[in-house]
């Protein structure tokens, strides 16, 4: 069974501050790693994609990744209250493409 | 028309009826995808369908019936639901190689089971 699991939650910060996600990943053969935000009410968006080990910087985002530790992290800086939403951790193996197993969300709250 | 489009938004039924929720991508995409999401409960994954294959979850019941006639329309036919069939139903698309898992979601279909 395939598992991701993110740190539950809530997750609240003051804007401006740092957010830090967590998900770990049961499957080894995992290759490609995600970030998804969902806003209440609304679908999931990709906001990250990381596919090999160390950090990927999108302007304020940075994902990391640790395969030998089966660990990927989402890094938001300055923190802003439009940041608030519920961040979706999803694996993918090799040949998987859009085939995702995601965990189960982490509610995030950036309070000004 | 932009992206993946959903119909309907809204869907109340009851558990004798038979409904279908509709998809439509324009993205130029080859792969689709419905994904289940439930309260409380991880994304979890129904069908794909791509050109080369197609994939149940064989955990997903028969009484939901998927239905992909090319590959930019896709259908989840439903019949004789359950109240826990409850849920958003998020349709999907992207590519099967490059970025290939790089999901792009409809604005999903809300159903309540009476």
């Known amino acids: 069974q395939k598992e991701v699991e993110q740190n539950s939650g809530p997750l609240s910060v003051p804007e401006g501050a740092i957010a830090s996600l967590n998900c770990t990943y049961s499957d080894r053969g995992s290759q490609s790693f995600f970030w998804y935000r969902q806003y209440s009410g609304k679908s999931p968006e990709l906001i990250m994609s990381i596919y090999s080990n160390g950090d990927k910087e999108d302007g304020r985002f940075t994902a990391q990744l640790n395969k030998a530790s089966q660990y990927v992290s989402l890094l938001i800086r300055d923190s802003q209250p439009s940041d608030s939403a519920t961040y979706l951790c999803a694996a993918a193996g090799g040949t998987s493409y859009g085939k995702l197993t995601f965990g189960q969300g982490t509610i995030l709250t950036v309070h000004p | 028309e932009t992206g993946v489009t959903q119909t309907p938004r809204h869907l109340v039924m009851g558990m004798t009826n038979k409904k279908s929720l509709k998809c439509e991508q324009h993205?130029?995409?080859?792969?689709m995808y419905w994904y289940k999401q439930s309260a409380k409960k991880p994304l979890e994954l129904m069908f794909v369908y791509s050109l080369e294959e197609r994939v149940e979850n064989n955990s997903v019941p028969s009484r939901f019936s998927p239905e992909c006639p090319n590959s930019s329309h896709l259908f989840l036919h439903l019949h004789t639901l359950q109240p826990e069939d409850s849920a958003l139903y998020l349709c999907?698309?992207?590519?099967?190689?490059?970025?290939?898992?790089?999901?792009?979601f409809g604005e999903g279909s809300r159903l309540t089971v009476l």
């Open positions: 993205l130029g995409h080859n792969a």
């Open positions: 999907a698309s992207s590519q099967t190689s490059g970025r290939a898992g790089e999901l792009f």
